[in-house]
């Protein structure tokens, strides 16, 4: 989230952004003004409420005042497609999406600037009989090919290769499929330090151009091992969001008004974040309160 | 014996996790399906492996994750995967006997909305999306749908097909056709609700009502007047309720800090 925070800092627009699923990161940015266009297959924040941006953006004639550009799809697919990217082949194949809407060409919402715009899709999926050995028809899902990808991990080595506690996610494969990476980590550490156990690493130093060290980067969402969610932080942030004025007022007060990642931790002050700290044998934190306010 | 004291989101759980056999692969997302799947192994189906789309394989959480990608859920699995496996490999091979649903919308053919009500381009309500809910209507070997009952909640069509049921599109012509006619697997066997459990006839495919929650008080009455279509009540027999040792344990063990069980 601290890089999420820095773009908006930066007054980044016109953003494409590919997420799978997207959480708090989409919905900011979303409500910031600095999405142009997001392909993803979810936005919101699961137990802990809905993503009031995002539908201020597109509901209720949001997608014809705001300009915002909307572009469905599910795990399996958003997946598929950016192991395309990672592999450098044009598209995927999948037994998903046939007989929904997410592939009703009435509804292809990015339909008016497919062709103009070459950072996407001629088209949104083709249908395909497979010609080998009988299975029938398939969807064709394109590649996704992103300019950036931003991932955020606990360990990193200093010339860039990775590790990753817990769940990996799609992070391997949205650095390879990206022309550019940019990895933050809590902890930057020397290179040979993680040739101890290289079947932890998981980002190969050479895909990696940027290499940032930010503790308590992904707060308030949670690092595997080191600390968890900031439910309090959710609570507050999404009764803020569920009013553009009230959002425009905290993203003024934790966001705009910060000069950087420092400043956000110490408005949170020491105890807030000690408290999230996880167990490290469990890899959360067993004490912290999750329920939505 | 004193009379048990249950919500009908309770019985909800409770009925949805008796549908889990042990030892089945049971893929689920966070809410309602992750508490009846949790459940499940804490009652009858010690064995069943509970997949979550964003990486935990086989987990057994000591506490209840509050979204896919929490840490809890990774607690000492024995496989930690990524969803070009999970959902890539596992479901699209056919290795998923159960996949639990949820969403806004569920139509008499058992199609799942969660993606908006109204129109798309310009609805009253956008919704989250599909996440993996779309891949596991299509591709489990069977599904499982948890909603509450509610007129506006059970639809004659859904707004928009996020998740196939029963009857779906053709992407060429968008001709209402059935499921095996677009070579999909599985599809939804049950419905659960707040007020009984759902399925499907065998040739029309449309939802009827099987069982309902007579302990509770629900009446065959109370179901028509909550569905938003005619729904057939002629075949409904009177649910078996939580026992107490289902209650405790989900009350105790699965859900102690009411994060879904509120």
């Known amino acids: 989230?601290?890089?999420?925070?820095?773009?908006?800092?930066?007054?980044?627009?016109?953003?494409?952004?590919?997420?799978?699923?997207?959480?708090?990161?989409?919905?900011?940015?979303?409500?910031?003004?600095?999405?142009?266009?997001?392909?993803?297959?979810?936005?919101?924040?699961?137990?802990?409420?809905?993503?009031?941006?995002?539908?201020?953006?597109?509901?209720?004639?949001?997608?014809?005042?705001?300009?915002?550009?909307?572009?469905?799809?599910?795990?399996?697919?958003?997946?598929?497609?950016?192991?395309?990217?990672?592999?450098?082949?044009?598209?995927?194949?999948?037994?998903?999406?046939?007989?929904?809407?997410?592939?009703?060409?009435?509804?292809?919402?990015?339909?008016s600037i497919r062709g103009e715009n070459k950072k996407l899709p001629r088209k949104k999926v083709e249908l395909y009989t497979d010609p080998f050995w009988e299975e029938g028809e398939v969807v064709l899902v394109p590649a996704i090919k992103p300019d950036v990808a931003i991932l955020h991990v606990q360990v990193a080595g200093e010339?860039?290769?990775?590790?990753?506690?817990?769940?990996?996610?799609?992070?391997?494969?949205?650095?390879?499929?990206?022309?550019?990476?940019?990895?933050?980590a809590e902890y930057v550490t020397a290179e040979e330090h993680l040739?101890?156990?290289?079947?932890?690493?998981?980002?190969?130093?050479?895909?990696?151009?940027?290499?940032?060290?930010?503790?308590?980067?992904?707060?308030?969402?949670?690092?595997?091992?080191?600390?968890?969610?900031?439910?309090?932080?959710?609570?507050?942030?999404?009764?803020?969001?569920?009013?553009?004025?009230?959002?425009?007022?905290?993203?003024?007060?934790?966001?705009?008004?910060?000069?950087?990642?420092?400043?956000?931790?110490?408005?949170?002050?020491?105890?807030?974040?000690?408290?999230?700290?996880?167990?490290?044998?469990?890899?959360?934190?067993?004490?912290?309160?999750?329920?939505?306010? | 014996m004193p009379k048990l004291h249950y919500t009908p989101r309770e019985a909800m759980a409770v009925a949805a996790s008796r549908l889990i056999k042990n030892g089945e692969t049971v893929i689920v997302g966070t809410g309602l399906p992750l508490v009846a799947a949790i459940l499940a192994k804490h009652t009858h189906a010690s064995d069943a492996i509970l997949i979550m789309e964003a990486g935990p394989y086989d987990g057994y959480p000591l506490a209840l994750p509050s979204c896919v990608a929490?840490?809890?859920?990774?607690?000492?699995?024995?496989?930690?995967?990524?969803?070009?496996?999970?959902?890539?490999?596992?479901?699209?091979?056919?290795?998923?006997?159960?996949?639990?649903?949820?969403?806004?919308?569920?139509?008499?053919?058992?199609?799942?909305?969660?993606?908006?009500?109204?129109?798309?381009?310009?609805?009253?309500?956008?919704?989250?999306?599909?996440?993996?809910?779309?891949?596991?209507?299509?591709?489990?070997?069977?599904?499982?749908?948890?909603?509450?009952h509610e007129k506006r909640r059970l639809v004659e069509r859904v707004d928009y097909l996020t998740s196939p049921g029963w009857r779906c599109y053709r992407y060429q012509d968008r001709e209402f056709i059935k499921r095996e006619e677009l070579g999909l697997r599985g599809g939804p066997e049950a419905v659960i609700t707040t007020m009984g459990i759902m399925k499907f006839h065998e040739e029309t495919k449309e939802m009827y009502v099987a069982e309902y929650y007579a302990d509770l008080g629900i009446t065959l009455e109370m179901i028509k007047e909550n569905t938003g279509f005619a729904i057939d009540v002629s075949q409904a027999i009177p649910s078996a309720p939580p026992t107490e040792e289902e209650l405790q344990v989900l009350r105790t063990i699965v859900d102690p800090e009411k994060i879904y069980m509120n």
């Open chain 2, 70 to 148: 929490d840490p809890r859920g990774f607690w000492r699995v024995p496989l930690i995967c990524d969803p070009v496996q999970l959902m890539g490999q596992f479901l699209q091979k056919g290795r998923i006997n159960v996949g639990l649903l949820g969403g806004a919308q569920v139509d008499k053919y058992g199609n799942i909305n969660s993606t908006c009500i109204g129109d798309y381009r310009n609805p009253q309500v956008r919704l989250e999306g599909s996440g993996g809910a779309s891949d596991i209507a299509a591709l489990a070997q069977r599904t499982y749908i948890i909603i509450a």
């Open chain 1, 159 to 184: 010339g860039g290769t990775g590790r990753i506690y817990g769940g990996p996610f799609l992070d391997y494969y949205a650095a390879m499929a990206a022309k550019m990476t940019i990895l933050s």
């Open chain 1, 1 to 111: 989230m601290a890089i999420v925070y820095e773009l908006i800092r930066q007054g980044k627009k016109d953003l494409h952004l590919v997420t799978n699923p997207g959480g708090p990161e989409n919905d900011i940015l979303i409500g910031a003004g600095c999405v142009k266009i997001c392909e993803t297959n979810y936005i919101g924040h699961e137990v802990l409420g809905h993503p009031y941006c995002f539908r201020r953006f597109y509901e209720k004639g949001g997608l014809a005042k705001t300009g915002y550009l909307h572009d469905d799809w599910t795990v399996q697919t958003g997946a598929l497609r950016v192991l395309a990217g990672a592999m450098g082949i044009p598209f995927m194949p999948t037994k998903s999406l046939r007989g929904t809407d997410i592939i009703n060409l009435e509804y292809d919402l990015l339909a």
């Open chain 1, 195 to 293: 040739r101890g156990q290289p079947e932890l690493n998981t980002i190969p130093a050479e895909i990696v151009d940027v290499v940032v060290e930010i503790p308590y980067g992904a707060h308030p969402t949670p690092v595997a091992g080191l600390y968890d969610v900031d439910a309090e932080f959710f609570n507050e942030y999404i009764a803020a969001s569920k009013d553009e004025t009230t959002f425009q007022k905290w993203l003024q007060e934790w966001v705009l008004d910060l000069p950087d990642h420092f400043a956000y931790l110490e408005k949170l002050g020491i105890r807030r974040l000690l408290s999230l700290r996880a167990d490290p044998f469990l890899g959360y934190n067993p004490g912290v309160k999750r329920r939505r306010s």
